[in-house]
């Protein structure tokens, strides 16, 4: 089996201090939370970032302050903006962090019910982000809230949007989106090419069941704040960091060895 790949997803855009307060905000608290995360065994680090109010936005100059920080402290994980942005942002909006040319960012290659919103990505739009990034050779990571997610990033391949191989990121358990159990995760797996790579994301109580299946399975695994707030039932997070430790233990005992950045490069093809 390769080396499990950890993605630390360290904000999002939804959550709030309110919600728990250590949740990383500015871009001293993401860098420190990055930092802490790769030490952990992150190596790759989904990146929302927000403004001085603690709204999600998608300002270049946050993203590259906010990047600057993370390498400034000596990271080498690989930096993953969001162009899924917020619920409401439009595409243009979302697509700033592309400028700043970084390896890999995420695409949305559908629109899906999200809690009380719609997370909108027309057909239309899906295919300028991704021409976008292949014209700046920033990976995508193909984010899968449903099923039909996977044939509309094949569609993409056969249209000659996106490269083969690709990498899937399964969002399971978006209230709207597709459920979170075993038999889904299974049923997505069985749909992807087979020289694809996947993580999973699983939400809320979601998050920890499907990294282990995901560890079993030969994927990898996403945690962090933004898709899960709690270590346990009713316990918050201390920090991203002690979530990605977790999988790191889970997998040790396991016996899959955990990927460096430069393992997690080479895995996903990422230049
Ligand atoms: N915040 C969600 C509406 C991504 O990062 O690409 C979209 C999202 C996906 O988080
Ligand atoms: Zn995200």
Request: hydrophobic share 40%.
């Amino acid at each position: 089996m390769q080396k499990l790949i950890i993605t630390a997803a360290i904000c999002g855009a939804e959550v709030t201090k309110e919600d728990n307060p250590n949740l990383p905000v500015t871009p001293d608290e993401l860098a420190q939370a990055a930092y802490d995360a790769e030490q952990a065994g992150a190596s790759i680090i989904h990146l929302h970032v927000r403004d001085q109010d603690g709204n999600p936005t998608q300002s270049e100059v946050v993203f590259k302050e906010t990047i600057d920080k993370i390498k400034s402290k000596g990271c080498k994980a690989i930096i993953q903006p969001s162009t899924g942005g917020a619920v409401g942002m439009t595409a243009e909006e979302r697509m700033q962090p592309l400028n700043l040319k970084p390896e890999m960012a995420t695409l949305s290659t559908g629109s899906v019910n999200f809690g009380a919103d719609v997370f909108l990505n027309t057909p239309e739009y899906i295919e300028i982000f991704a021409a976008r990034m292949k014209e700046l050779g920033v990976k995508p990571e193909i984010e899968v809230f449903e099923t039909g997610m996977i044939n509309n990033a094949l569609r993409l391949v056969k249209k000659g949007f996106v490269s083969a191989p690709l990498h899937f990121d399964f969002v399971m358990g978006v209230p709207g989106g597709i459920p979170g159990e075993v038999e889904d995760l299974l049923h997505l797996v069985r749909k992807i090419p087979q020289n694809a790579t996947w993580t999973v994301a699983g939400i809320g109580r979601f998050e920890l069941p499907l990294a282990i299946m995901a560890i079993i399975m030969g994927g990898n695994v996403r945690v962090g704040f933004e898709d899960n707030i709690y270590y346990s039932k009713g316990v918050l997070a201390e920090s991203n960091a002690q979530l990605v430790a977790r999988i790191v233990r889970i997998a040790q005992e396991y016996g899959r060895e955990i990927a460096t950045p430069d393992e997690a490069r080479e895995i996903l093809h990422v230049k």
